[in-house]
Every structure is written in structure tokens, then in C-alpha cells.
């Protein structure tokens, strides 16, 4: 039972990481219908925004959790403006385009901004020099460190706040509208330009504080950090339903078990088979996920 905990922990903690980067997958598709393929290199952006932060102000920050929250949040404002530029520069001139169009711009947009980063940068890995130390916690039998106590409670925070956003205020509101009728949405006096802009910088953000997240926890950090994540993520929001935010955060937490558990079961080489090789099986059960709605298209 304390290996079983142990694993479950260990799959909740990585999911957590998932899911803030799902968010902004299933935010973006939801309001627009387009699968930002570049959404996980911007996951790897917060995460050299915040080694630049770390870099230059080491001396002013010191370290542990001030710094980390202090570069997160720098990071989001980083990450969430870029994001605005993104949808402003890239995707809204192609907004009335063939689909195709729209995603091979993401995918330049996607290599574009590695191999930006790996001129800035170089090639190599960067070690995130931020001091998270601590403890251990007991949990079922199962052992869970401060930090990734504290890293969970981050992304949960957020998410929670994202979901509240969304469900009681104005601004969610209109996100919601845009999504099922931007015309008329436009008709009513909603500016929806705008309101796109801002579920590019909040999806942005949260990706942004994922980044700086993993930095922290797993100490280093390179150009093509985002690309798996970001196939995670998008993973993650097809199971859960994408479109749908709750149903990101739950697909990205059964992804998170399903990689804990494959690794532990079947070795970690198997780890990425495991759980793309479940996404094909479960999508040919239920292609919409599982809270995700079966659409009829009018025609």
C-alpha cells in the first residue's frame, strides 16, 4: 500500500504540471478551434525567462520559495504578453483561413521559438540555480517533499483560480459566449479581439509557471524541453475533452497516473508508450473524452 501511495503522489505531482500546460490548449481550441502547436515551447519560454531573472538579480533574490515565486510571476507576465503577440502577429491575419494554414503556422511559431532560444541561449542545458530545499512530508506511507508539496499547491492554486475566472466573471463570460457564437457575440457588442488576446495571455501565463516550475524541481533546462510536454499537455486535453477546462486538469491527472504507474510497472523506457499507446485505445472508445461534449455541426 505505501508503494501504491507513493505512486500516486508521484503521478498527482507530474499531472499538476500537465494540466496547467493542458489549460491553455483547451482554452485556445475552445474559444477558437485551433490547436496552438506552439504552446509548449512556451512552456520552455517561462522557463528561460526565469533562469534571465535568476541570472541577473542571483545576488537580490537569494533563494527557496521567495525566489521562486518571485520569478514566477515574472515569467507569467513574460510568457502571457508573448502570448498576446502570438495570437496578434501569427494567428489572428490567418483567423478566417483554412484550418491547415492556421496549424502550420503554429508549427513554425513552434520551431521558431526553440531554435530562437537555442541561438540566445545555446544548445546546451542551463542549470536553474534556485535552492528549494526541505523536508519530507508523510502522506498514506508515502513520502512527498516540501517542494513538491509546495509546487502542487502553486498549480492548484492557479488552476482553481482560472476555473473561478472562467465561471463567475464578466470576462469568463465572454469567453464562454465567443465560444459557442462569435458572430453574434460581435453582433452584442462583445470586442472579441480582445477577449481573445486575453485567453492568449492567460493560457500563456499558466504555461509560464509550469516552466519555471520544472526548472526549479528538476534543476535544468534546454531549448526542446517544451516539445514532449507540450504532446503531454495536448494529450491530456484530448482525454480529458478539449475545450472543456475541468476535463484538461482530469485528463492530465490520469495521464500523470498512467506515466507514474507504466514506469513503475513496466520500466520507465516504457513510460511514453504507455500513455500515448492509451490515449489510441481510449480515443476509440470515446473520441470526445471524458467530459467532453458530442458536437453536431449544423450545416
Known amino acids: 500500500m505505501d508503494h501504491f501511495a507513493q505512486l500516486v503522489l508521484s503521478g498527482l505531482f507530474v499531472g499538476s504540471f500537465y494540466a496547467l500546460v493542458a489549460l491553455g490548449y483547451s482554452m485556445v481550441y475552445g474559444i477558437i478551434k485551433l490547436l496552438n ?34 520569478i514566477m510571476i515574472v515569467a507569467m507576465i513574460a510568457t502571457g504578453s ?7 502577429t501569427a494567428y489572428r491575419p490567418l483567423r478566417s483561413a483554412p484550418r491547415l494554414s492556421v496549424l502550420i503556422t503554429a508549427v513554425g511559431a513552434s520551431f521558431a521559438l526553440e531554435y530562437g532560444i537555442a541561438v540566445a541561449f545555446g544548445p546546451t542545458p542551463e542549470v536553474y540555480r534556485i535552492g528549494i530545499h526541505g523536508g519530507t512530508l508523510d502522506i498514506a506511507g508515502a513520502r512527498m517533499s516540501y517542494a513538491q508539496l509546495a509546487m502542487t499547491a502553486i498549480a492548484v492554486v492557479l488552476m482553481v483560480a482560472l476555473d473561478t475566472l472562467v465561471r463567475k466573471t464578466r470576462s469568463g463570460r465572454a469567453m464562454r459566449a465567443i465560444s459557442q457564437d462569435p458572430k453574434a457575440c460581435l453582433l452584442m457588442g462583445v470586442n472579441v479581439d480582445r477577449v481573445i488576446s486575453r485567453t492568449f495571455f492567460l493560457g500563456s501565463a499558466l504555461a509560464g509557471a509550469a516552466g519555471v516550475m520544472a526548472g526549479a524541481y528538476y534543476g535544468k533546462i534546454d531549448f526542446l524541453m517544451g516539445f514532449i510536454i507540450g504532446l503531454k499537455a495536448f494529450t491530456a ?43 489510441i485505445l481510449f480515443l476509440t472508445v ?5 467530459l467532453g461534449e458530442r458536437v453536431t455541426e449544423r450545416v
Do not use: K, Q
Open 82 to 88: 508573448f502570448g498576446m503577440v502570438l495570437e496578434r
Open 286 to 290: 470515446r473520441p470526445t473524452g471524458l
Open 237 to 279: 486535453a484530448v482525454i480529458g475533452g478539449i475545450g472543456n477546462l475541468r476535463g484538461a486538469v482530469l485528463g492530465a491527472v490520469v495521464l500523470g497516473l498512467l506515466e507514474s504507474f507504466g514506469a513503475a510497472y513496466l520500466g520507465s523506457e516504457w513510460r511514453d508508450v504507455f500513455a500515448f499507446g492509451f490515449l
Open 37 to 70: 502547436f506552439a504552446h509548449g515551447d512556451i512552456y520552455m519560454l517561462g522557463a528561460f525567462a526565469g533562469f534571465t531573472v535568476l541570472s541577473v538579480g542571483a545576488g537580490a533574490l537569494g533563494g527557496g520559495f521567495f525566489a521562486l515565486i518571485t
